[in-house]
């Protein structure tokens, strides 16, 4: 698990002694904080990149008088290849690995990340230092407008993603699930040719770049939980620039820092999300948290699905709790753990091939890896799903 600033079980109250950034929570009656020098933001070059960093950075600079914020585009290995299935690449972090690189090479002071991006574990020496407050959570449907449950039995729907597919599968067995990859107009461009009857997004991706009104249907939490730290963005710097990491103070959302750290921390007890079919999204709850989870099993399309509040300063142990839960449900299921599938084992298709499975006799299993209740976007808050 990423280290975030104080534990899982610990609310974080105060975000810093900047305050957040305006349009955050707190930040009504705080003004902009005196700083002088500069600070180099590293991002990926795609539009969505570029409008979160921009937004990044103008928000550092509103809330640091004098702060020189300017961008440096570093292109990923998940850039430049654009054919290879991304859970084919699950654990390598190919949309944050160079970036990475340039923090610890001091070519870049901080860094912005999509979080549903970043593995659970870090490389020594950083650090993920804010987590600004989360956009809509929900994954969306995009179609010439005809509803996701209207379409004709085998149309074709393009998602790259396992976790969407198997989750997607439950409702409409009857449709054709394809792998896409590309921007967001080349995925539309898709639908818009009539090459697929629909496309599944994140609805953040597309409210950031102002095109929310293109989405046809936003799926509930029951009918698709969102990617662990969907919809999330995670500044990243070096964890012994003590300067950095007071100016990215401002950023950082206490209600999205906690939900999103137990959404990463229930990752790590689970044993990772990118070999088998994944998802969990916390949420305010009343007095305190919820958490929605799922694994399912791509070869029967059996999932285990678990929601549980979780107590004010009980998370450590109440999630732990919903961990043995879903690992017993797991078992009673048949449906693998991520400890229990071999690297690289999903196929094209999204299920597993034939070398998925450690052998009983195997010693040892090899590790791997891996959305709040929106603000102003019609969702109510804190009822969840």
């Known amino acids: 698990m990423a280290k975030a600033e104080g534990k899982t079980g610990e609310k974080k109250k105060n975000a810093g002694a900047t305050g957040p950034v305006a349009g955050t929570k707190g930040s009504a009656g705080k003004g902009p904080s005196p700083a002088k020098g500069s600070l180099i933001i590293g991002t990926r070059g795609s539009a969505l990149a570029l409008t979160q960093s921009n937004m990044m950075a103008e928000a550092l600079r509103k809330a640091h008088k004098g702060l020189d914020v300017r961008l440096e585009i570093i292109k990923t290995v998940g850039d430049a290849d654009q054919k290879t299935k991304l859970h084919a690449f699950a654990g390598m ?23 549903k991006d970043v593995p659970e574990d870090e490389p020594e020496g950083l650090v993920l230092a804010a987590f600004p407050e989360r956009e809509d959570p929900r994954d969306v449907f995009i179609s010439d407008g005809r509803a996701f449950r209207a379409l004709p039995a085998g149309s074709k729907v393009g998602t790259g993603s396992p976790r969407r597919v198997l989750q997607l599968r439950a ?185 998925a499975f450690e052998e009983e006799d195997a010693e040892g299993h090899a590790p791997s890896r891996g959305d709040g209740v929106p603000k102003g976007n019609g969702v109510p808050k804190g009822n969840g799903p």
């Open 93 to 115: 972090g190919v949309f944050v690995k160079e970036l990475q690189t340039a923090l610890l090479e001091k070519r870049i002071d901080c860094a912005v990340h999509s979080l």
């Open 171 to 355: 409702l409409r067995p009857d449709l054709e699930y394809v792998g896409v990859r590309g921007n967001v107009d080349t995925r539309i461009g898709k639908v818009r040719s009539g090459e697929l009857a629909g496309v599944v997004l994140a609805a953040a991706g597309l409210r950031r770049l102002g095109r929310a009104g293109e989405i046809t249907h936003a799926f509930s939490f029951q009918e698709l939980i969102p990617a662990i730290g969907q919809a999330s963005l995670g500044i990243e710097c070096r964890a012994d620039d003590a300067r950095v990491r007071k100016l990215l103070e401002a950023l950082d959302d206490p209600e999205t820092h906690d939900a999103v750290t137990l959404e990463r921390d229930f990752m790590k007890r689970i044993g990772g999300g990118c070999k088998v079919p994944m998802a969990a999204h916390v949420y305010p709850y009343g007095e305190g948290l919820r958490i929605l989870a799922v694994l399912g099993n791509p070869a029967t399309g059996v999932l285990a699905r678990i929601e549980q509040t979780i107590e004010d300063d009980e998370e450590d142990e109440m999630l732990e709790e919903v961990a043995q839960r879903m690992e017993s449900e797991c078992r009673d299921k048949g449906i693998p753990l991520p400890h229990e599938v071999a690297d690289h084992a999903l196929l094209a298709d999204g299920t597993f091939g034939a070398s």
